[in-house]
């Protein structure tokens, strides 16, 4: 009798036991929506994004261009554009233009040449404020469109010349107002600290032939006035300085036209006080 009331006591503690362990719940844990599967959730340590309910680590912005090699492209991300690597953008002058600046020797690029500063010129013929080629948009879509690239850092000045193939495809005042206004607006927002400065349309004068691109000469200087940008007046040049006799196609200089010009040019920009400055790290 004693020892069967001793057996049944202990059978009734595990059971006992069997029912307090079925009554307490299993720690559940979080499933993945998308699949159903039950999976553990990631363990952070305190004071990590995911510890403090943050989302996933953003991923690396892309190469730093200060390493990149010159003449690469990198992708700014403040605009969007592909812009190129130079090796000494802070004594470079960025211009813009037609067949007047295209060639190496051309009068704009020698003048800025003799004021001191490399040039990186994405001027192409046939191109203008409103006139495009097959290959190139207009000055302001060209940019945008990644037609030709501009320097990634700071130039110290920018030059936009331009206009004969606007007056020769009669663009309109409108068009070419509204458009130049654009190109001016899309640089300074990009180069807040360069010098932008505008060189109107060559041509012989009104007095002596100068015609729609003497007229498109004036345009450009009231819109840079508009625009607090300095202007070379460029419009009665041919018969001013007596280059006609240069002009192998009633249009485009020979190599002695592009060095007087240049001369002239070099000379009113000097004047308006626009030779490259020292570097101040190397003046000290």
Known sequence: ???SRILRSAASVIAAGVLLAGCSQAPAEPSD???????????????SPAAAGQGPKKPDS?????KLP????????????????????????????DSQSEPM???????????????????????????ATSKSGNYIDALQRGDWVLPYGTPPLIVVEGGGNDASHAASDEQITANANRLLAALK???PQAKIVIIGTLAKGANAGGGRR??????????????????????????????????VDGVHLNAAGHAKLSGVLAADMAAAGLRLQPDPRSAS
Do not use: C
């Open 33 to 47: 929506s998308s699949s159903g599967r039950q999976t553990a959730a990631p363990v952070a340590p305190s004071g």
């Open 70 to 97: 010159v003449g690469s492209l990198y992708k700014n991300p403040s605009n969007n554009r592909n812009e190129i690597i130079l090796a000494d953008v802070r004594h470079t002058a960025v211009l813009i233009g």
């Open 1 to 3: 009798m004693h020892k």
């Open 62 to 66: 892309g190469p730093d261009p200060a």
């Open 189 to 191: 927002k990009r180069y």
């Open 214 to 247: 003497t007229q498109v000469d004036a345009l450009l200087g009231n819109i840079a006035a508009k625009a607090g940008a300095p202007f070379f007046s460029v419009g009665d040049w041919i018969s001013k300085y007596q280059v006609a006799g240069d002009l």
């Open 105 to 131: 020797g051309s009068w704009p690029r020698e003048a800025l040449g003799s004021l001191g500063y490399k040039v990186y010129s994405v001027a192409r013929g046939g191109t203008g404020y409103v006139a």
